[in-house]
Each structure stands twice: as structure tokens, then as C-alpha cells.
């Protein structure tokens, strides 16, 4: 990997956060919102709405509008949220925090118990086990996350009293308390991954299993556990880094649903308050975000290929 690509790599992102702050900000000028009268109300003045337009600069050319708002962004500043009057930066990098905190404790679990069970059900691959992790898969993926929601609510929550219902405590604040808090969503949100990954885990695992190199390793003499962790598994990984990566977009943007059901203020939850209130500048934020963090994970995920499999070189 040259340096050359890292930076050409790094521009494309640039390039494509580029287009999509042009997408929202045109998108977000067609809406039938006016920025003075969501911030002053419906009896405000026309003198009082006047001002308020020249001063925020509704009144300028569009483009004109789009050159400050982006020179306010790469300076970290977002604007002022029209629904409560706050700098919307700090209001938004909290709840993407929650989110994001939310997002890993769920993706932990996923790979700690999706990639174990592909393996256990490509190796045992036609036998009991196998048709076992293909039932719990197919199980997992059909029940949407308001209806594992339900459930989990009401077997720890309500039957068994030993989790809290909904919620969200800072684990700075309450560690044991913040975690307890986390481990309902996070198990909602990582069953439809681990049903998801762990068939993506079993089925390319059988493909690299009777693949020459496999067989060569065995015929060296090298013991089957060696085999299969220290070969198989790095090819067998590329593509779930794909899908991995590809559901991060759903981690973060994707549990408004969870964020609800559980009472957790991330920034899914917040985008959907903010399009209700027609919040523009809290949705011009939120959405280039989440934009911002899907495209580095998909870089980290190009980097991720290079580390597992050596053949892969981008030059």
C-alpha cells in the first residue's frame, strides 16, 4: 500500500462528503420551512422576521448561503438549531457519541458470537449443527428489531426485573448503571447482524475450506486448528469486512426503531425530532455526519483487506 493511494483514497472521501453537504443543503433549501418564523414563531413580526433573515442570511443567494454554512462546518460550527435556539455541534456530537457507543457495544457482541458460529457451522458443514446456526439465522433475521424489542422487554424488564426497561446513563457517571442500560438495545440490534453475518461467515468459510491451499496445508502435516485459524479464517473474513462495514450505516442510522423503543437520545432519534420540527440546520448536520463516519469506515475496511490477505496490494 502506497502512500500515493492513502491520499488519493482520502481525497475521494473529501470528494464525497463534498457532494453530499451540495445534496443536503439543496435538498434541505427545498423544504417548506422558514428558518425566521420556526425560530421567532407564528405571531412574530414582520419587522422581528426581517431582521432575523438578514441576520442569519436567508435573504443572500443560495450558493452564497452554501459557501458560509460550509466555511461554518470545516470551522466546526453547524449553526443554531431552529427548534431550541442551541449551537447544534454539541447538541448533535452527544448524540452521535450515544450512538456510536451503542453501535459498538452491538457490533462486539455480533463479532464475538457471528464469526464462532460460522465456523462451527462450515466445519460441521450438512450436520446438525449446521441446520441448528441456519434455523437460529433464519429466526433472527425475520423478527424485526421492534418485535426482539418487545420481547426482551418483557422477559428481563418485566418477568425477570433484572435489567432496566428504557433509559440511557453515561457510563462517566454510572459505569455499572451505563451498562446495564446498553445490554437490551445492543442484543436487539446485534441478533439481525449476527443472523446476517454468521450465514456470510459460514458460507465463504466452505468455500475456502476445499479450496488447494487448504488441502496442501493438511497435507504438510499442519494441525487442523492451525489450519483453520491461521489460514482459512483470514481469506474467509474478506468479504464479511464488506458486510461489516456496509452495516454500519445501519448501526448508526438504521435503530431509530431501538433509539425509541429504549429511550436512548442518539442521533437517529435526534435526526427524526429534528424533521418533525423542521430543524434544517440539525439535518444538514446529522446526515453529513453519518456520511463522514460511513465513508471512513468503508476506508478502514480497504485497509482491513490489505492486513488479512498479503496477495492484496494497492498501488
Avoid at 271 to 278: D, P, Y
Wanted: charged share 15%; glycine share 6%; proline share 4%.
Amino acid at each position: 500500500m502506497t502512500a500515493s493511494y492513502l491520499f488519493k483514497r482520502f481525497m475521494l472521501v473529501i470528494y464525497t462528503l463534498l457532494v453530499v453537504s451540495l445534496l443536503v443543503f439543496g435538498i434541505t433549501q427545498l423544504l417548506p420551512a422558514d428558518a425566521a418564523v420556526t425560530l421567532l414563531g407564528q405571531n412574530a413580526t414582520p419587522q422581528a422576521l426581517a431582521a432575523v433573515r438578514a441576520r442569519l442570511g436567508l435573504n443572500d443567494p443560495a450558493w452564497l448561503q452554501y459557501w458560509h454554512w460550509l466555511r461554518g462546518v470545516l470551522h466546526g460550527d453547524f449553526g443554531v438549531s431552529m427548534r431550541n435556539g442551541l449551537p447544534v455541534a454539541p447538541t448533535i456530537m452527544a448524540a452521535l457519541g450515544r450512538s456510536l457507543l451503542l453501535a459498538v457495544c452491538a457490533l462486539l457482541l455480533m463479532l464475538v458470537v457471528a464469526i464462532p458460529l460460522g465456523i462451527w457451522a462450515a466445519v460441521r458443514r450438512g450436520k446438525l449443527a449446521d441446520m441448528l446456526v441456519s434455523v437460529l439465522s433464519y429466526v433472527g433475521i425475520s423478527f424485526p428489531e421492534f418485535v426482539t424489542a418487545t420481547l426482551l422487554l418483557l422477559l428481563f424488564a418485566d418477568v425477570w426485573q433484572i435489567l432496566p426497561a428504557t433509559g440511557y446513563v453515561p457510563l462517566t457517571e454510572d459505569f455499572r448503571g451505563g451498562i446495564s442500560h446498553l445490554i437490551l438495545p445492543s442484543v436487539t440490534v446485534a441478533m439481525i447482524l449476527v443472523a446476517h453475518v454468521s450465514r456470510m461467515v459460514r458460507s465463504e468459510m466452505v468455500d475456502v475450506l476445499q479450496t488447494d491451499y487448504i488441502r496442501a496445508a493438511h497435507l504438510k502435516g499442519l494441525s487442523r486448528r492451525r489450519v483453520l485459524w491461521r489460514h482459512a479464517l483470514r481469506n474467509g473474513l474478506l468479504p464479511t469486512i464488506t458486510i461489516v462495514a456496509l452495516d454500519v450505516g445501519y448501526l448508526l442510522g438504521g435503530i431509530v426503531v431501538v433509539e425509541e423503543i429504549f429511550a436512548i437520545p442518539g442521533i437517529g432519534r435526534e435526526l427524526i425530532v429534528a424533521v418533525q420540527s423542521r430543524d434544517l440546520p440539525t439535518i444538514q448536520a446529522g446526515v453529513l455526519i453519518l456520511a463522514a463516519t460511513y465513508s471512513i469506515v468503508n476506508f478502514l475496511a480497504d485497509l482491513a483487506y490489505v492486513f488479512l490477505d498479503k496477495r492484496i496490494s494497492y498501488a
